[in-house]
């Protein structure tokens, strides 16, 4: 009974937002997914179209099929991290298979010779967005043990209201204080029932200042990170074809977000006079909400061989839910401190993340029906994405913090595409700067791609093969570790996509 009334608890807990930079960035940003074509040119799409994943750049794109059709792409992820953490390396590898492309596009042509219409065309399509699957390993002996980050939370909190009550379960009261209180009240009492810390007056009620329970110079730490989920896009594109030259077109997109994160974190290694010997601490992250966005866009043939195109992305809006659950343990934690498990759960309110806009240009060049080259340019300012409401204090200061923190994100693609009767060979190039205005926090990305197509007429087969890398720091918590691991990442795709001609 007692678990089932903590559940109950958890559900009708709302807490402080405790959302930050990391939340941003998390949904601001996309991998390149999609189609196999579209990935084996690095997604420079932007003057092409042609293809159900350039829609994401050129919402004009769908009028340039020549009929209707579908395709359906699916997608390996082979996600290799190796983090360096005070000199220690540690690796991780991830893989998953997903149905990464599902759509269709309808195209009717004009029967009135008269009109400056050519043709229309109406399209639906998803794209998964982004692909949360991933996991980090990081391990090495550090000087910056975990008690530092309950000392940040804790110095300043006044220890009376930390205590637990008469009658009350524990779960309860950390329940109760993450409501009431606030987050940073709740990792205080976490960090004092779980050993950790103790107030220096242990007897004054109006006591804010604590002193560590832990001994050492060094410690060893060990930090487990696996994430999954996705953030999918489900795209309404109308376009048409305005005399020869011209095609225009719109899209409204429709998303949905499913993240979940859980964290590992064990510490030893203390000096052996110390009371503490081992700490354990744990915390899950889950995510869910949709968004929606727009984009409009055009594509100018200028002769038979040059094509330009723009595309204006809108900010997409998204309306989020979080939970929140974590565990402690240590040699000198509150005998019931297990009762507080991933059972017991703090709900935060709804809330909403605007991401940047974003301008696209870009340039064909076709070659007949041997083959052609394409280059993309996006721009996207990412100190212009918010956490609301605005009227949220603590969201204020973060959207300050990210206003200065991040700058304009510059991408450059480039693709290719050469045919030798029914088969296309294709090539790509992809450049993604820094979100960061330090450009370390988060590095610039780099990417390749390399592709097959085989033309069967009626329908095509096509594999790609994309490689990314992109460097990162790390933070193993948000307080009390300043010196974070240094990540790698290395982010292989292998995809195979089946299209249909109706």
Known sequence: MKKFLTFITGLLCLTATAQNIDDVLRYSTENLQGTARFQGMAGAFGALGGDMSALNINPAGSSVFANSLFTITGANYHQNNESTYFGSLGSEVRNSLDINQLGGVFVFNSRNSNSPWQKIALA??????????????????????????????ANGVPFGPLQIQDGEFIEEAYLDIGANLGFREQQAFLGYYGGIIDPVDESDNNNTAYVSNAQYNTVDQEYFKRTNGYNSKLTMNFSGQY???LFIGASLNFHTVFYDQYTEFTETGYDAGSEIQFVNFDNYLRTEGSGFSFSLGAIALLNENVRLGGSYQSPTWYRLLDDTSQRINSDLADSEIGFIDFNVVNLFEEYTIKTPSKLTGSLAIVFGPQGLLSFDYGHQDMSQAELRPLSDPSFSDENSFIAAQLGVVNTYRIGGEYRIDNVSLRGGYRFESSPYVDGVTIGDLEAVSFGLGFNFGGSRLDLAFSRSEQNAQSQLFSTGFPSPSLVNNINTNILLGYTLNL
């Open 124 to 153: 639906i399509n998803y794209d998964m967005a982004r692909n949360f699957d991933n996991e980090v390993y990081t391990f090495g002996n550090s000087n910056q043990g975990i008690d530092n980050y309950f000392l940040n939370f």
């Open 243 to 245: 005399q020869q030259n």
